[in-house]
Nanobody
Framework: QVQLVESGGGLVQAGGSLRLSCTAS????????MAWFRQAPGKEREFVGV????????KYADSVKGRFTISRDNAKNTVYLQMNVLKPEDTAVYYC????????????????WGQGTQVTVSS
């Protein structure tokens, strides 16, 4: 079992920045693919980005590419989502997800999910 706890959400003005954290426990963190998803009210869950295990390569949704950066600190069992140049349309609950085997952009493969953290961007 893996427990994921997100933090760092809040209210920010458009153009501002936030950094979300997701701390994992219960399994070797370095072997987990770690992803971020978000869900806005009335909308489906949306892939934000993912970071792999060995080479820590990343992949992002087009909507956040160039503005968001995912990184991981295996010593702290934590993955980060640095969000810059935030827009009102980034408003959502942000979730981290983990899987020891693979990753995808649909969210269907991830075995573990956090409880989510709210990000609100005001215009």
């Amino acid at each position: 079992q893996v427990q994921l706890v997100e933090s760092g959400g809040g209210l920010v003005q458009a153009g501002g920045s936030l950094r979300l954290s997701c701390t994992a426990s219960g399994r070797t963190f370095s072997r987990l693919f770690m992803a971020w998803f978000r869900q806005a009210p009335g909308k489906e869950r949306e892939f934000v980005g993912v970071i792999s295990t060995r080479d820590e390569s990343t992949k992002y949704a087009d909507s956040v590419k160039g503005r968001f950066t995912i990184s991981r600190d295996n010593a702290k069992n934590t993955v980060y989502l640095q969000m810059n140049v935030l827009k009102p349309e980034d408003t959502a609950v942000y979730y981290c997800a983990a899987d020891p085997i693979t990753w995808d952009t649909s969210g269907k493969v991830y075995d573990y999910w956090g409880q989510g953290t709210q990000v609100t961007v005001s215009s």
